[in-house]
């Protein structure tokens, strides 16, 4: 796909943007709309909306890998919806060389808990020993057995340029997500090359950039990257959550050979350390 057409908006930083966000309650929706739309999206769009700017860049590239164990326990909650559940990832930004693991867990009553700790960014396709023993804390706290952190390993590879935008407001926020990609480790994947993934973030009520999305005809839609990316690559896993999306936009999917690049390193490592939170 072509470059999104950002000239005409201004910068903001990301200490701005951190700061409007830190006041925010917010709410998360997403959209999967094909990228000509997203151009006319941005071409209706407020001229006083600005953009993420970083050294003169306005789009970034991420690198998400999600841990599962052998079972997809973490995918199988996310498919047949429980009260409990967990998502691990190191989430990397590979124009500046850092990296997180983030741990999200969800117990039974309903509380959803985030960490974020730096990580090494040469461990982030394998999980240290030190990050197995914080995801044995986080799997006990929400009754998943902790000894199951040691079957974890990569399952998936997510890849796709990001662009930030900050409504004319100031409350509502904004992620374009361009040249998607997904990548099992040392197997096939697949890419979306026409299609973007927006996500909009806002107080209860809705944002401008939500209202222009709805007059177009786009609706909030049910995704996620490491469950519906695992479901489009297997057709034998449970899918019935995100059958629409499946069957519309990811049926639009390439088809990837395998990426050198995708494999795992050996399953544990100790020369590289979890870095402290």
Same mark, same amino acid.
């Given at each position: 796909?072509?470059?999104?057409?950002?000239?005409?908006?201004?910068?903001?930083?990301?200490?701005?943007?951190?700061?409007?966000?830190?006041?925010?309650?917010?709410?998360?929706?997403?959209?999967?709309?094909?990228?000509?739309?997203?151009?006319?999206?941005?071409?209706?769009? /407020?001229?006083?909306?600005?953009?993420?700017?970083?050294?003169?860049?306005?789009?970034?590239?991420?690198?998400?890998?999600?841990?599962?164990?052998?079972?997809?326990?973490?995918?199988?909650?996310?498919?047949?919806?429980?009260?409990?559940?967990?998502?691990?990832?190191?989430?990397?930004?590979?124009?500046?060389?850092?990296?997180?693991?983030?741990?999200?867990?969800?117990?039974?009553?309903?509380?959803?808990?985030?960490?974020?700790?730096?990580?090494?960014?040469?461990?982030?396709?394998?999980?240290?020993?030190?990050?197995?023993?914080?995801?044995?804390?986080?799997?006990?706290?929400?009754?998943?057995?902790?000894?199951?952190?040691?079957?974890?390993?990569?399952?998936?590879?997510?890849?796709?340029?990001?662009?930030?935008?900050?409504?004319?407001?100031?409350?509502?926020?904004?992620?374009? /997500?361009?040249?998607?990609?997904?990548?099992?480790?040392?197997?096939?994947?697949?890419?979306?090359?026409?299609?973007?993934?927006?996500?909009?973030?806002?107080?209860?009520?809705?944002?401008?950039? /939500?209202?222009?999305?709805?007059?177009?005809?786009?609706?909030?839609?049910?995704?996620?990257?490491?469950?519906?990316?695992?479901?489009?690559?297997?057709?034998?896993?449970?899918?019935?959550?995100?059958?629409?999306?499946?069957?519309?936009?990811?049926?639009?999917?390439?088809?990837?050979?395998?990426?050198?690049?995708?494999?795992?390193?050996?399953?544990?490592?100790?020369?590289?350390?979890?870095?402290?939170?």
């Amino acid at each position: 796909m072509t470059a999104l057409p950002l000239e005409g908006f201004g910068p903001v930083t990301l200490d701005e943007l951190v700061t409007d966000a830190a006041l925010l309650t917010r709410v998360d929706r997403k959209y999967i709309v094909p990228a000509r739309d997203a151009a006319r999206l941005l071409a209706a769009l /407020d001229p006083a909306t600005r953009v993420l700017e970083i050294d003169g860049s306005r789009d970034f590239a991420y690198e998400s890998v999600y841990f599962d164990t052998p079972d997809l326990l973490s995918f199988r909650m996310a498919a047949q919806p429980r009260r409990r559940r967990f998502k691990l990832r190191t989430r990397s930004y590979l124009d500046t060389d850092a990296a997180y693991l983030e741990i999200k867990t969800r117990g039974a009553r309903g509380t959803t808990v985030k960490e974020r700790t730096e990580y090494d960014p040469r461990s982030r396709r394998v999980l240290t020993d030190g990050a197995r023993d914080d995801i044995a804390d986080a799997f006990d706290a929400i009754g998943v057995d902790g000894d199951r952190a040691g079957e974890l390993a990569a399952t998936l590879t997510t890849r796709y340029r990001r662009t930030t935008l900050l409504a004319s407001d100031g409350l509502g926020r904004a992620t374009i /997500d361009t040249h998607l990609r997904w990548d099992e480790p040392g197997g096939a994947g697949f890419a979306l090359p026409e299609v973007v993934i927006v996500e909009t973030k806002s107080p209860a009520a809705a944002s401008r950039i /939500d209202r222009l999305l709805w007059r177009a005809g786009h609706r909030p839609a049910t995704v996620s990257k490491y469950a519906t990316g695992l479901a489009a690559l297997h057709a034998d896993l449970p899918h019935n959550r995100w059958n629409r999306v499946l069957r519309g936009p990811f049926s639009t999917r390439t088809t990837l050979p395998a990426r050198t690049d995708a494999r795992t390193e050996p399953a544990r490592t100790e020369e590289l350390p979890c870095a402290a939170a």
